[in-house]
């Protein structure tokens, strides 16, 4: 029999771990996982499934430190435990290139599941965690078969209870009952001011009961016994509800004149009192020095592969009995496209070119998603209670709903379960959530809200590029074409603002073959999110016709490289040496073509670049940006918003809007504000001018 763990030195060491590395670092916050010690080890040492050898086994358990400046936690538990963390790494925390980065990263460190740092998205990605197994769980589990089945623990800290998101997270948890979300509340109330008594008041307990949440404790964080039957009894619950369990600790534990108070949160202790601190927990070893009976405490690697070996045994009979249903899950995993997405893809753009539809692009967005999502079970849609504005809907995508006695997925007589979330009125929380489903994997996640209110998804956004995700945001009513509803709706800096986050992929389309373009690009980018800024008013389709002069730049492959010719000036029946470039984008595409004829009319000639993707195109090769923007000719910009970034392309002029919209009529205000085919026109004669 194996002998009984020594769960003090366990914590220990992982208080030690944390304040030497923080000290040799001369910058970090040791007081977080000091005084999350002893929850570690409950969680950590007797629940969590995990495979230290494998860190991407598809049954793990998910762990998310939500306040992730308390990093040094997960990254003493990852070596501990037996994960590729060796001890040199931790004593290079914070160091560049290291494996431990202030903030836990994904991707970066085998063992992490998500970016975490800006306080409560953790939590608010947990939850997205927690949706994707259950959602999976409902379609591919079978009668004796129970594949998909892990759960996802969360720490968390006061910081992640005061921002706003977690009020977003928690609510969707509770109303979807996401039975197998676990969080523990790090509550030892004290923040970066101090004591938070003050400013922070909450009774977290009720505010969590209300939202329909499980509610275990006050328990004592620093008793990992007390802290492991709580979690057994959350794992136990039979109602589908999510439980918080609430720790009481001292942030800092074990240091004799920094626990308990705001000097332990966010900097070194010293080596004074690292050296009092050792004294007086009983924790005799040198710097990053762990005794070999403590390391084999907390050495999972056996244990992990046992529970995965046990796994895959279930798998195996699973996918004898369903071998398609196990082959589509795993394709699924890995974020594979089925087989036929080409061809699918093909036939929704040519189909959306051959039938020219006049629709807003937003419609032409639901155009293209009633194929994709036939064809793509793992599309998961929603909206942030615009959906019948945003259009993000399909008669393959309805409603998610949850039974509101048992919790599970409601299903269609097919046994057919929703995949269209309805977020409320929670762009943040939508955001987050969704980056959540895309870590745990299964499901491609997009969501829709005002283009305006990207602003409250911005940080979530952020994230998603940082990581990597493929998540889409479906963002409408892209410009003062908004209308009466006035500048506090109408976006004129958003389109500028998204496209300067590296790694997001931006996407205007000005009909309805590019925005299926859009998708078919969005679809397919792996390891990168992206934004779909979609109108309100209709946009008449705009025939593509190729280019002698770019013969690589036009037509409908040539869409997808973000700006291609769209017209030459023989197109509008002038037999003439191109003298002016009008670049354009979404709605005002159909400006630049009108400009392009009074200008033919004027003996003029003109090509119209249009560009839905400045972000795709900016990636193109040089001779492609040569083919299709020519060097020497003037170029004139057309796109309702700020002109910041169009000057980049060389551009003589800008016909934009620096300044905010009005409340009207849409045709009222593109006359109020310059967006005339007239006023490009004329715009463009003067560029030629000052040329001349």
């Known amino acids: 029999m194996a002998p009984t763990p020594n769960t003090k030195d366990m914590a220990n060491a992982i208080r030690a771990l944390a304040m030497d590395a923080v000290q040799q670092a001369n910058s970090g916050h040791p007081g977080a996982p000091m005084g999350m010690a002893d929850m570690a080890v409950a969680l950590w040492g007797e629940h969590l499934s995990h495979n230290p050898t494998n860190p991407g086994w598809l049954n793990r358990d998910r762990f998310i430190l939500s306040n992730g400046h308390g990093s040094m936690l997960i990254y003493a538990l990852l070596h501990l435990t037996g994960y590729k963390l060796p ?37 608010t990605n947990a939850v997205g965690f927690a949706l994707a197994e259950k959602l999976l769980a409902k379609e591919f589990n079978r009668e004796g078969h129970a594949i998909v089945d892990h759960h996802t623990y969360v720490f968390m800290g006061d910081g992640c209870l005061m921002e706003g998101i977690s009020h977003e997270a928690a609510a969707l948890a509770g109303a979807w009952k996401l039975g197998k979300l676990i969080a523990l509340y790090d509550d030892n109330g004290i923040s970066i001011d101090g004591q938070v008594a003050p400013w922070f008041i909450d009774n977290t307990a009720q505010r969590f009961v209300a939202y329909g949440w499980n509610v275990i404790g006050p328990v004592d964080g620093h008793d990992a016994a007390a802290v492991s039957a709580a979690i057994a009894q959350a794992k136990a619950g039979t109602d589908n509800r999510p439980t918080l369990i609430i720790s009481k600790t001292h942030i800092g534990k074990g240091s004799p004149n920094r626990a308990n108070t705001s000097k332990a949160h966010g900097e070194p202790l010293g080596a004074e009192e690292i050296k009092l601190t050792r004294e007086a927990i009983g924790w005799s070893h040198a710097p990053f020095v762990i005794p070999k009976e403590v390391y084999a405490d907390w050495d999972a690697k056996e244990k992990g592969k046992a529970a995965e070996a046990a796994w895959n045994d279930k798998f195996a009979a699973y996918k004898a009995a369903f071998p398609e249903l196990a082959k589509e899950l795993l394709r699924r995993m ?23 539809e006049t629709v807003a692009s937003r419609k032409a967005s639901q155009l293209a998603l009633e194929s994709f999502t036939a064809a793509l079970p793992e599309l998961l849609g929603g909206s942030a209670d615009l959906t019948g504005s945003n259009l993000t809907n399909t008669k393959s995508t309805p409603n998610l709903r949850f039974d509101a006695l048992t919790g599970a997925v409601v299903t269609n007589e097919a046994g057919q379960g929703g995949r269209h979330i309805n977020y409320g009125v929670r762009e943040f929380g939508m955001a987050a959530i969704m980056n959540g489903v895309a870590l745990h994997g299964g499901f491609i996640p997009y969501g829709g809200t005002f283009l305006t209110f990207s602003d409250y998804s911005r940080n979530a956004i952020r994230m998603a590029a940082l990581m990597k ?19 506090t709706h109408q976006s004129i800096e958003h389109a500028a603002s998204l496209r300067l986050i590296p790694n997001l992929d931006v996407w205007r389309p000005a009909d309805t073959a590019e925005t299926a373009v859009a998708w078919t690009v969005a679809l397919q980018n792996k390891a990168k999110p992206t934004a779909l800024l979609l109108s309100r008013q209709n946009i008449a389709y705009i025939a593509k016709t190729d280019s002698a002069d770019a013969p690589d730049a036009s037509g409908l492959d040539a869409i997808s490289k973000g700006a291609y010719v769209l017209s030459e000036p023989s197109d509008v029946g002038l037999k003439k040496k191109t003298q002016a470039v009008i670049i354009a984008t979404g709605s005002e595409v159909q400006l630049a073509i009108a400009a392009q004829k009074l200008l033919a009319e004027r003996k ?35 796109e309702m918003g700020s002109t910041g970034g169009w000057w980049k392309y060389g551009t003589a ?26 006023n490009v026109a004329d715009t463009v004669q003067t560029a030629l001018t000052r040329k001349a």
């Open 334 to 356: 890995k974020g594979d496209l089925p087989k036929g997405f080409v061809q699918t893809a093909v036939d929704t753009v040519i189909a959306a070119h051959q039938k020219g």
């Open 604 to 638: 003029i000639a003109v090509r119209v670049v249009s560009m839905p993707s400045t972000t795709t195109f900016d990636l193109q090769s040089s001779e492609y940006k040569s083919a299709v923007l020519p060097a020497g000719l003037p170029r004139v910009a057309v």
């Open 653 to 678: 002029a800008v016909v934009g809007l620096d300044t905010y919209g009005e409340s009207a009529p849409a045709p009222v205000l593109f006359k109020h504000f310059g967006f005339t085919a007239e």
């Open 469 to 487: 995700l493929r998540v889409v945001h479906v963002f409408t009513h892209d410009s003062i074409g908004l209308g009466e509803d006035g500048p």
């Open 87 to 123: 001890i040199a790494e931790l004593k290079n925390f914070r160091q560049l290139h290291s494996k431990t980065p202030g903030h836990p990263e994904f991707g970066y460190t085998a063992g992490v599941e998500t970016t975490t740092g800006p306080l409560g998205q953790g939590i």
